[in-house]
């Protein structure tokens, strides 16, 4: 395998890989726009992807708003990284990689003999992924473009998935969360990082943004044919939870 990081589309049937040389030659499904969505329905806010889909998205501007330590899930990552459970060997994806802090972390915890897949639905999120990967010598890591239906991953092909503050961007929950329960390994582990969204409690920037709260997002997963397993602790979540699941042997 070489050591340059490659980017990945998979085909809808997930039966062959197509290596995507040049990332503007991949075609992402628009987000869904549906006005006045209840907070169970299918579908993240309207809009809410399109500027991850702007192919003059500027990824500095994203590292001053990700890899602060004032964002709970960046400061709390190694509280994070030990709460996911992942070991040298293991194979990790890393839904909604974004500016790939975590996936650089699961790189460097699963060792040459893992393997690590940053998932996302920009083009420019993982071109610069791909670009610190080989300036670091990372050569256990695979760029994946999704799309708004699916992971594009194949069938059980990872231990771990980890989504952190993505899930409320899933257009099409159902469809994902079965794309993601096709890939995981029987007995694999998914870990969801997200934000309380409690009336008179979460920020008005929460309650517009993340279409819904804890328990509704846990019985989705649920539904998708997960098995819950924890709520873990992160003594420095105020904002953020974080939940375990797995999918049954």
Known sequence: MSASIRFFLC???LATFSVCVAQDTAVVEPPAAVANAPA?????????????????????EW?????????????????VLDAC????????????????????LFAETVGKQGWVYAVDISPRFLEDINNKADEQKVSNLTCV????????????SVDVVFICDTYHHFAHHESTLASIHKAL????TLVLVEFHRIPGQS????????????????SEIVSAGFEFDAEVNIPTFKENYLLKFRKPQ
Do not use: W
């Open 185 to 188: 390994k029987p007995g694999g």
């Open 11 to 13: 085909s809808m049937a």
């Open 145 to 156: 473009l999704c799309s708004e239906r699916s992971a594009h991953l194949p069938p059980n």
């Open 85 to 104: 459970g992942i070991k040298p060997g293991m194979s990790v994806a890393d839904i909604g990689a974004g500016t790939g802090f975590y996936t650089r």
């Open 203 to 218: 920020t008005d920037f929460i309650m517009g943004h993340v279409r819904a709260g804890q328990e509704v997002f846990k």
């Open 40 to 60: 169970n329905q299918d579908t993240a806010r309207p809009g809410l992807n399109d500027r991850f889909l702007d192919p003059e998205l500027d990824v500095s």
């Open 63 to 79: 590292l001053g708003r990700f890899e602060i330590e004032s964002r709970e899930v960046y400061s709390a990552r190694e509280r």
